[in-house]
């Protein structure tokens, strides 16, 4: 499910699988994701932009994070989450990032 402001000319622009869903609002991807996932058995990854994570934050109860060992100079886009919410379950350690699995408490 592609969540973006330019659904409905996305939708006829391409040749997309038929399983290639497009909306323009969070009620509208709560709807088709419903409609897809009815026993909710699946696993939904959202990857972002920032208002999207920030939207869906509060309905999340695992996150995958990537975090790597670089400063980005004006950076315009931060991930505020209040982390003591939040339980390290998995950590991998990489040369140049780390990748962590999170749990809601």
């Not at 934050?57 to 003591?84: C, E, R």
């Amino acid at each position: 499910i592609v969540l973006t402001k330019k659904a409905a000319t996305l939708d006829y622009k391409f040749e997309f699988p038929t399983n290639v869903y497009f909306v323009e609002s969070l009620l509208a991807l709560r709807i088709v994701l419903g409609n897809i996932n009815t026993d909710n058995s699946k696993e939904v990854f959202c990857m972002g932009g920032a208002a999207t994570y920030q939207a869906l934050l509060p309905q999340v109860d695992t996150m995958y994070i990537t975090h790597t060992n670089s400063i980005v100079k004006n950076g315009d886009a931060f991930f505020n989450v209040d982390w003591s919410e939040w339980d390290v379950e998995e950590i991998e350690f990489g040369d140049r990032c780390t990748f962590a699995k999170y749990v809601r408490t």
